[in-house]
T-cell receptor, first 115, second 112 residues
């Protein structure tokens, strides 16, 4: 069972470069989320989607864009990377609203370094 | 602003010890509290608690929620080195955001 798959697993970017992180889930989940995890900060929500074609801002959306063109995929884009975006990024998905009736399933994470 | 606080921040115990991890929260529209275990990579789900006073149990791990006092504990008995991980507490809130608010985690190290 693949579950939630993130690509790439590691990436080093130069300041100002752009990139897209891909998240794919094979569980037919409606809800998908992008979090970032920083030391001493816990996991913080960047953007989320409640279904195909929808996106919404989370707690720390600045500098990121997302798209959910297909139900199984949720893309996170960095248009102009900054050192402050150095972090570990986690994608998650859930069948129903996370925390209401179902838990979130997480991908393996993408470690991004911006130099 | 929603807040989830975990304590202690880190803990070192010997194999066989029993540990208690704490999670307190201040959120609006509380719906549930979740515990995750994070080893090197993805957080993996342990428990979801929605009702006060009802213990959830899985093997050597158990958890209970107190909605009046706004906290939860995660107990691990007879710890093993494989329990070494970061334990994350998250609170689910109702509303359009449908998001989890996470604590910073407790890093548990179990030594031989």
């Amino acid at each position: 069972n693949a579950g939630v798959t993130q690509t790439p697993k590691f990436r080093v970017l130069k300041t100002g470069q752009s990139m897209t992180l891909l998240c794919a889930q094979d569980m037919n989940h409606e809800y998908m989320y992008w979090y970032r995890q920083d030391p001493g900060m816990g996991l913080r929500l960047i953007h989320y989607s409640v279904g195909e074609g929808t996106t919404a801002k989370g707690e720390v959306p600045d500098g990121y864009n997302v798209s959910r063109l297909k139900k199984q995929n949720f893309l996170l884009g960095l248009e102009s990377a900054a050192p402050s975006q150095t972090s570990v990024y986690f994608c998650a998905s859930s069948y129903m609203r996370t925390g209401l009736r179902s838990e979130a399933f997480f991908g393996q994470g993408t470690r991004l370094t911006v130099v | 602003e929603d807040k989830v606080v975990q304590s202690p921040l880190s803990l070192v115990v010997h194999e066989g010890d029993t540990v208690t991890l704490n999670c307190s929260y201040e959120v609006t529209n509380f719906r549930s509290l979740l515990w995750y275990k994070q080893e090197k990579k993805a957080p993996t789900f342990l428990f979801m608690l929605t009702s006060s006073g009802i213990e959830k149990k899985s093997g050597r791990l158990s958890s209970i929620l107190d909605k009046k006092e706004l906290f939860s504990i995660l107990n691990i008995t007879a710890t093993q080195t494989g329990d070494s991980a970061i334990y994350l507490c998250a609170v689910g809130v109702a509303g359009t955001a449908s998001k989890l608010t996470f604590g910073t985690g407790t890093r548990l190290q179990v030594t031989l």
